[in-house]
């Protein structure tokens, strides 16, 4: 397993900086996305994925993974929105297109929320066609498509994520046990989901906090991530602290999180 850091995390930062402090940190990876500083620009990637991607590759460091939101918001035009499947479908061609381009192995998409009318059963239904759709097209690219379940999410159990899988052979998750623990799962629930991974976030968390100090939070990170290696699961745990108004992850200093589980981990891969 490799040791990578989330671009959202450095919001004040330019893209060139968050690089910078990715590497001075030894973190061999740095994950993209629209967000704050150090942002690419979506409208920049639909209009020449190529171009963007040539730039992606000459910032020097490896970006394992590409979190791609369609809409503005976690429910613009979100995949169990049955109304927004041509466009999503039109701009995921394209993000595949950049991916592939760029070297990024794996993008993750969120999978919808509970639009008005739904239950979570029909939420689950259309997303799954949804992703059914999209999943072709990443692997045409050679990009690995994953979802990341969430807070807010129709997605919010397991038991769910389970479901979601079984009915789309080959979709992956982003995986962050922090989603989960927040709502109250135990951990050797979420477990069940180790084999499913693609990619992986790191962070600390406990029952009705999606991010706390390492030192308070409930996640065992050594049992985590014992779980993940004996699941098979060697890819990249990319570091996610954060400083945002979303489920009020506003109180603690990223950096100093950042490296104390950059530690944590270190010591346990050896």
């Known amino acids: ?43 920049a990637i639909l209009a020449d994925p190529e ?31 049955p109304t927004s499947l041509d466009r999503n479908a039109e701009d995921f061609a394209k993000v595949a297109r950049f991916c592939e381009v760029a070297g990024i192995a794996s993008v993750f998409v969120l999978p919808g929320v509970c639009n008005p009318g739904q ?16 999943l072709p097209m990443a692997r045409r690219a050679g990009v690995t498509l994953t979802i990341e379940p969430h807070v807010h999410s129709y997605l919010e159990s397991p038991d769910l994520v389970l479901d979601l899988i079984g009915r789309v052979p080959g979709l992956k998750l982003t995986l962050d046990y922090a989603h989960f623990t927040c709502l109250g ?12 991974a693609a990619h992986v976030h790191v962070r600390q968390a406990r029952p009705g906090a999606l991010q706390t100090k390492l030192a308070q939070g409930t996640i065992n990170m050594p049992a985590m991530l014992g779980t ?32 104390a589980c950059r530690d944590l981990l270190r010591g346990w891969l050896g």
């Open 1 to 43: 397993m490799r040791l990578g850091l989330t671009s959202w995390s450095l919001r004040a930062c330019s893209t060139g900086e968050a690089v910078a402090i990715a590497r001075a940190l030894g973190f061999a990876g740095l994950d993209l996305g629209y967000f704050y500083g150090p942002a690419l620009s979506k409208a």
């Open 51 to 81: 171009a963007v991607a040539r730039e992606v590759r000459s910032l020097g460091i490896a970006v394992p993974n590409f979190y791609h939101l369609f809409g503005d918001t976690l429910a613009g035009r979100n995949l169990a929105d």
């Open 119 to 134: 239950s979570r059963a029909q939420a689950l239904d259309v997303s799954a066609a949804s992703l059914a759709t999209l």
């Open 185 to 196: 799962h135990t951990q050797d629930r979420i477990d069940a989901l180790a084999p499913h």
């Open 228 to 259: 993940l290696r004996d699941a098979g699961y060697d890819g990249w745990l990319a570091v996610e602290w954060v400083h945002q108004d979303y489920m009020d992850t506003l109180h603690d200093d990223v950096l100093t999180e950042t490296i």
